[in-house]
């Protein structure tokens, strides 16, 4: 019997992405660019540079490098810190059907395997496809009931992808490629316990060590090492064990319908959950100075993770329905530096909006996140929205966030540069000159 992971290997190799929807590969490069843009809001966090510091340390085989930084490391820390910086703000990507956010590892494990294997932008492509597939395909097979069981499953899921687009980025064999799942998927973990009384530079680790160890387990497979072909769907495999369910998701349709395509980018710096009622208040243009409360009815995980009425870390001003919804009646922007300066206009409307459970909206799940924002104004009336779904960046927004997060960081005609050089990704026989765009000082050498 062919086990799921031989499925995604025979995938991944005969993947040509010329042979792909034109508006996946677009989304694909939409994915890689927003993923560097992400990861340049993140490298000037102060817990984040306290892991750089680390990592140095641990010095290593300069093989790969680190975007925004002039530092090449061991091709498996090289995707570490890249992950980790994409993931710090949660402002990378989302797969809502798990929720994950796989762009941080995949990306990162892609990039970190192509440098090193000195792909080209075809190959980098066919990477991305097949790591964002693999992790996709796994989040939707453990689907709500592993997040609600408290597994974190970027950090569950993000190995698998990582490890298919190392694999791929590498010209790996199926064989070859099972094994990589196998070994990355064997040490699979994250909770979601820093929800309660952590960081987020706890569930940016997550993603990071998914980066790292799909890249090592590349490495390792490379090397004849073997990880079990059943780690996903086998008697004790991921899905079973961590889920309760089937493992139809996983291969149903390989090739011919995209979980990828489900994957949205991120237009707000805030939790995903936050997104839906953001999108609704801006649209409805309320006066926030008529605004007497504001009440949101949601879905149990939605208020178990964002019900934050007085948020003080860093991690509950990015969860924070509250603050999220102050922002967005305030027209304020929902960026990472946003979130650095707020003040007491911004907090005392906050702490007029009320978020309840809804047990009637858990039942839409997963294929909506549904919630009723109702605003009662100081003149009686009030006004109802709803909003089934959180919004999705576009192409175009994409490329305005990468300008916003990676200007500050190249400047902005490298910032452009970068942008036109991804957009032409498939064109590139070597990455070389994409790769020492992302560093500062090597631009030149280009």
Same mark, same amino acid.
């Given at each position: 019997?062919t ?5 995604l290997?025979?995938?991944?190799v ?5 042979r ?11 994915h890689l ?10 490298l ?5 540079r306290?892991?750089?510091?680390a990592?140095r340390r641990w010095?290593?085989?300069?093989e ?13 820390k ?11 703000h949660t ?6 059907v798990g929720? &994950?956010?796989?762009?941080? %590892?995949?990306v990162?494990?892609?990039?970190a *395997? !192509?440098?090193?294997?000195h @792909? /080209? =932008?075809?190959v ?7 790591g ?13 009931g ?11 899921c993000?190995?698998?992808g990582?490890a ?5 980025a590498?010209?790996?064999d ?9 070994l990355a ?13 952590g960081?987020?530079l706890? &569930?940016?680790?997550?993603? %990071?060590?998914?980066a790292?160890l799909?890249? *090592? !387990?590349?490495?390792?497979? @490379? /090397? =004849?090492?073997?990880g ?6 086998g008697r004790w ?5 961590m ?5 139809d ?9 995209w ?7 991120k ?5 995903r959950?936050t997104?839906g009622p953001?999108?609704?208040?801006r649209?409805a243009?309320?006066d926030?100075r008529?605004?007497e ?7 149990r995980?939605?208020?178990?993770v &964002? ?10 001003l990015?969860?924070s329905?509250?603050l999220a919804a102050?922002?967005?009646l305030?027209?304020?922007?929902v ?7 707020i003040d ?5 409307l906050?702490?007029r909006v009320r ?6 909206l858990?039942?839409?799940l997963?294929r909506?996140?549904?919630?009723r ?5 100081r003149?009686?009336d009030?006004?109802v ?9 576009s192409?175009?927004e ?6 916003a997060l990676?200007s ?6 490298r ?9 032409r990704?498939?064109?590139l026989?070597d990455?070389t ?8 000082g090597?631009a030149?050498?280009a």
């Open positions: 019997m086990t799921a992971s031989e499925h290997a025979a995938f991944a005969a993947l040509d992405p010329k792909v929807d034109p508006s996946l590969v677009q989304k694909a490069k939409d660019l927003d993923t560097v843009g992400v990861a340049c809001a993140g000037n966090e102060p817990p984040v306290a892991v750089v510091a990592v010095g290593g085989i300069a790969a490098g680190v975007i925004g930084l002039d530092v090449r490391l061991p091709a498996p090289a995707a570490f810190l890249n992950a980790l910086h994409a993931r710090i402002f990378d990507d989302t797969h809502e929720p &994950s956010h796989p762009g941080n %590892a995949v990162a494990g892609a990039l *395997a !192509a440098e090193t294997a @792909a /080209s =932008g075809s980098l492509l066919a990477a991305l496809l097949a964002y597939e693999a992790a996709t395909r796994l989040s939707a097979a453990l689907g709500p592993h997040y609600g069981a408290g597994f974190h499953p970027t950090g569950t993000a190995p698998v990582a298919m687009a190392a694999s791929r590498r010209g790996f199926a064989q070859h490629m099972v094994a990589a799942i196998g998927a064997e040490a699979a973990a994250g909770t979601r316990q820093h929800q309660v009384d960081s987020m706890d &569930s940016a680790l997550n993603g %990071a060590r998914g790292e799909g890249v *090592a !387990a590349a490495e390792m497979a @490379a /090397s =004849g090492v073997s079990p072909a059943g780690v996903l769907d495999g991921l899905v079973r064990i889920a309760g369910g089937t493992a998701a996983l291969t149903a349709d390989l090739g011919r319908r979980e990828f395509a489900a994957t949205a980018l237009p707000y710096a805030s939790c959950f997104h953001v999108a609704a208040l649209a243009k309320l926030h008529q605004v409360a504001v009440e949101i009815a949601t879905f995980a939605s208020v178990d &964002s019900d934050r009425p007085d948020p003080q870390t860093r991690t509950e990015i969860l329905h509250q102050a922002l967005a305030l027209g304020r922007p960026l990472p530096r946003d979130l650095d300066a007491d206009t911004t907090r005392e906050a702490a978020v309840r459970h809804d047990p009637d858990d039942a839409k997963p909506f996140w549904p919630h924002i109702t605003v009662s104004l003149n009686g009030r006004v929205l709803d909003s089934d779904n959180p919004p999705a960046a192409s175009a994409a490329q305005d966030k990468f300008r990676a500050p960081v190249f400047g902005a005609e910032a452009k540069e970068i942008a036109a050089m991804v957009d990704l498939e064109t026989p990455l000159p994409l790769l020492r765009l992302l560093r500062p090597l030149e050498a």
